[in-house]
Structure formats: C-alpha cells, structure tokens
Nanobody, 123 residues
C-alpha cells in the first residue's frame, strides 16, 4: 500500500512559479513510476508528467513542456513538480499518482492516488 500526500499548491500570479511536492508512505518508491495529473473545474483529469524509477526518464504533456520539471528523491520518498511561467489555464487541482513497475501512470493506469493540492493562477 502506498499513500501519497501532495503539498505546495496555492495562489500565484501569471508568470510565477510553484513547486509541488508529493510525499509517499511506502517501504520504497524504488519500483514505482510516479505521475502528476491535474483536473481543472468542469474538465476531465489529465496527465501532466511522469518520472520512471529505473532511469528517471520523464514525460510531459505538450501543454507544460519547457515549463514544468518533474524530479524524484527515492531516498526521501519524495517527488516534485517544479512549475514555471504559470498561466491561468494551469489552474487546477494537481494530483500525484503511483504505478508499480516502469510504465507511466498517465499511459497505463494508476495504482495509487493522492488527494490533490489546488493551484490557482490569477492576478
């Protein structure tokens, strides 16, 4: 069983930055791919990024490429999403998610979800 807790959301102006954190309670994160998803009001949940465990390779949605960076610290059981140049359309509840094995949750499904953290981008 893996429990995921997101933090770091808040209100930020357009063009600003936030770093989201995802803390995992698990014996180890070593064999989990971790994804970030978001759900804007009235919209479906969408995959934002993923980081695999064996080579730390990453995948990003086109809408966030060049602005968001995902990273992980397996020793600390933490995953981060650095978000730069934020836009109003980035406003959403952001979730982290884990999938056992090497494949990204955004492509192959989620085993565990966090409860989310709200990011609001507005003046």
């Amino acid at each position: 069983q893996v429990q995921l807790v997101e933090s770091g959301g808040g209100l930020v102006q357009p063009g600003g930055s936030l770093r989201l954190s995802c803390a995992a309670s698990a014996v180890t994160l070593d064999y989990y791919a971790i994804g970030w998803f978001r759900q804007a009001p009235g919209k479906e949940r969408e995959g934002v990024s993923c980081i695999r465990y064996w080579d730390r390779s990453t995948t990003y949605a086109d809408s966030v490429k060049g602005r968001f960076t995902v990273s992980r610290d397996n020793a600390e059981k933490m995953v981060y999403l650095q978000m730069n140049d934020l836009k109003p359309e980035d406003t959403a509840v952001y979730f982290c998610a884990a999938r056992g094995g090497g494949r990204c949750p955004m492509d192959y499904g989620v085993d565990y979800w966090g409860k989310g953290t709200l990011v609001t981008v507005a003046n």
